[in-house]
């Protein structure tokens, strides 16, 4: 039996499973596994290399299937690797199973979440780039489909991939021509794909991508290429059963169990061949692990300084000692204080220009290769890239972001830039840290707690500079408070973070000068937040609260006390309360209600007369 | 004078101003307003055809700075123009004044906030096909910034264009090939620019963009192409002024006194040009306004129905009655039943394909040009278009958005498919309204409601039918609740919305079998909340409050009802703690906590031993 008549085999294997396991789960999209099974028969039995035993094997090929919703056909090919048991295949989408209805890295061969569409091209660019910086002679395979390269994340991606020069990365578009709802933007267009992707700097490589013998060339072709290479694979959505073959209609829909028979009856006998003996193994030396430290040496501030500076000194002292750390910017490392990092580590630093989502993508990509990435730019842009940060969350990633300038202490550049819902982005993503640092020192001890905390992570900075009010070394606690002013006679509780913690401070000054003592406690542990805490100081100050946060109503700290105060607590929730405008950071605090004067009538307020 | 001189003059002013204004302010961008100051005075005062007194005049050509950032030129612009007082540009940053940092529609000419880059081109595209609806001869420009063509939004517009044949759209790109933080990707290679429109299928026209003669043959030539167009201005940054220009360092910094004074000493006394008498008239018929109705017939419905079918009812039914009425789709149609408008209004409605920043883009163009624009999608894919929802939010559109498949009920399709944070994303949006049916009827009033507010409005619709709870013509009133189930000795108050009221009911049945009554409320309007009647419910009830939503713990219906409450209530609050999988959906109900077994027990655990 010759190769192509294998693979095609292989193939036939894949579109049987495909096509049983979707009836048998009463819903999916086999018809987009069936255009894409001769690529992925390719792909997997014969031109990546992996060590079946280990899904993190630094020499292993890395594969992300962005068209998320063919998942059926990527666990027929775990399956057909022996990597997974055939028999669980008949457990896709089942409660207990693994096998989702569109991947996670619960199955440990996925290294990111897909299903959110346009993604994978950035989390491939994140793999090839951790490849190269590990020098690995591994390479990276990104499936995507057609109807997802309307998506501009796809287009950020392909810049990335051509400035990081990522000869080591290989995309596929299944062109099958069919969305979800309609036929796709250029059908069956091959040349309107090579024409973008060789604007944006990419080898083009057109083939009938159900004819093994081409896909093979092709693929070659690609691994040749000086250029990071798409194959523009034309296919028929629903290939080899004749009654769905290229319909509309049939996007997210099984065979019902008749028209499996018929199927299986058009498709023939499952051929034998055992994909576990066609599995090419990796080869090379296996490159050594970086070196991961976190207890960087703390830096001696003096004077008043932006948390955002101190992000951007901490994450420099960091990279002394951890190898692991990766930098990548989206053109405002002078503003973040990325810029650090990139002087000093050139190397391990990335300029994605002003591309959130890639920026994101490809975090995701490094983190999943043990890279411990830290990205930064304005918090108000990385909503930009809210979708890639969820599935960051949902693939459990070791990603650190951080949003500076949050807030109207930004001053006069207005609301476009102020980040005023960040805290509401951030907090509802399943385990992610939430840091809102006040001081220098708060803020470099964060980005240690960051670093060597395994997940997501997000740290909240402060554009203006603002005191000290810590000790050099001060541990902060995951989920932690601090308590900064206190009395036996407290009255009430002030709740700050950041910005609004200096405030706070004034407010407790002005009101014990009238008699009234009041808690100081900084929250800046955002998420997990010191319930306990806060509800123990509840109770001594007599169930009176004031949050003070320099952030929109929702989905920041004030619900978040809100929630962890219920019942045992009176709250004045004092936040930004409508658009704001441009200004002085001063006036801005006063006009839109966050500062010293009004905390200090909100305490008087909850007061008994 | 010659045409060209004039402008030439006029370009002088505006670099003039620039400087003046940014000096006085003491912040903003002087560099990036010198060069695009040729392309403005050309705009402004011989291409652009506008009527001075009306903002909102139909026959307008319309601008958008998508470049944000250089907001001083574009005041001074309206300065020449005698729209705005020359005194108020030293206004500039001001608290009191319109003229901020960043554009926002608070200056009527402003059709949408800017500054939050790679976003003013699908808002063009919006603009350009509402001018081509109402069948306007005017036109729409689009200054964009080099750098901001990395941002893959710029791309899903530019496909938008292209689908939608806008050939009265001009983009302009102002290739300073200076960054914030560093050079742009392409710097001055302005054939790769021209590579990527032409790929996208634009018109590309290469000029020197100092060179007022050739600008106006470059306008000239995008007029008359077949295709959108795109006008490639070679440009330096800081043009004008010696010791500015072509530099590194000068993103966001404006010149000390003393620059400033010898920068106005290079370019020479304010020339003596009147803009006033420049500005082209606008010409044609204007055409007439579509008529507006929003009391559309209701449907009768029987049988159980998913919201999401009668969302798409609704829109069918609003569109008989309502011209204004567009809509947009990103390849769901058939999924969240928008595509019942498409079949009917075919000429009102538009396949963005998977793009969903170009779909809210456009959106906001269109409701900026008197539209109203009803997008939908998955809910967890407006996740992808939050920074674009932010900046509606910002321009006070009147844009209406449906989030459709929400939280764990739509079953084995997995998290990435699930909506489980989208009430976080659009609750804190300034003035956004947010809906949360759980029947048919109530899905049909509440896009009654969503289209007759004036303003940003949200709706979250389910994927599995569910019973019909209310009669056809049942009033939703913007803020109001519903009290399903009630009596006078209620112990607790169950507070839900969407798919979990019928738990909620079917709990209230099995604890009143157990002789607890419990009172239901549908919380159908989760912005603004109905706290005044929560807290009258909660007064009535004992202080016993159980929340359950489908939804994250954060910025959902539980911590806004906290907030609501706080002080006055014990809540226990039901959600999904943590990433679901696939599975059935009362499986998943069951699996994380939100059904009625789970809601039995919470209010159980409330009540008094």
Redesign the interface.
Known sequence: MTKVQTLEKMAKRLRIHSLRMTTR????HPTTCLSMADVAACLFFQEMKFNRADPNDPLNDEFVLSK?HAAPILWAAYAEAGIIPQESLLDL???A?NL???P?P?MPWVKA??????QGLAVGVGLAYAQRLSRSPARTYVLMGD??C???????AA?AAT?LKLTNLCAVVDINRL????F??HRHDVAAYA??F???GWTAIPVDGHKVDALLRAFELARRSSRPAVILAKTIKGKGVSFIEDRNGWHGKPLKEDELKSALAELGDMPAVDGRRLVKPRSGKRPAAPVKRFDFVRTDYKDKTATRWAYGQALLSLGRINQAVVVI?G?????TYA?KFFEAFPERSF?????E??MVGMGIGLAAKGYIPFLATFA??L??A??QV??A??S?SNLKLCGSHVGVSI???????MG??DL??F?????CLVFYPSDANAAEACVEAMASHKGLAYIRTTRPATPLLYEKGEAFPIGGSKVLRASADDRAVVVAAGITVFEALKAQEELKKAGVNVRVVDAYSV?PLDAVGLRHHTAECG?RVVVVED??????L???V??A???I???V?LCV???P????PD??LD?YGINARHIRQAVEGLLPK
Do not use: C
Not at 25 to 28: L, W
Not at 179 to 182: F, L, M
Not at 331 to 335: E, H, L, M
Not at 551 to 556: L, R
């Open positions: 789960a009463g819903s999916g998320g989408r089942k409660l199973s989702e209805g569109h996670t619960r979440a897909t299903g959110s569409l346009g109807g997802e309307a998506e501009g994340a796809v287009w950020e810049n400035l969305g979800q709802s309609d796709t933007m024409r973008k060789k604007a944006f910017d053109d405002v490392k002078n503003s810029e300029q994605s220009y002003i591309a989502q890639n108000a842009f909503t930009r809210h979708d969820r599935m969350g949902y459990f001053g006069e550049d207005g609301p476009s830039q005023l819902e509401a982005l907090r509802p993503i399943p385990g998420q169930g952030h929109f109503p929702a989905g920041g004030g619900e978040a809100a929630g105060l219920a019942g607590s009176r709250i929730h309360r409508e658009l405008r441009s200004g002085k006036e801005l006009a």
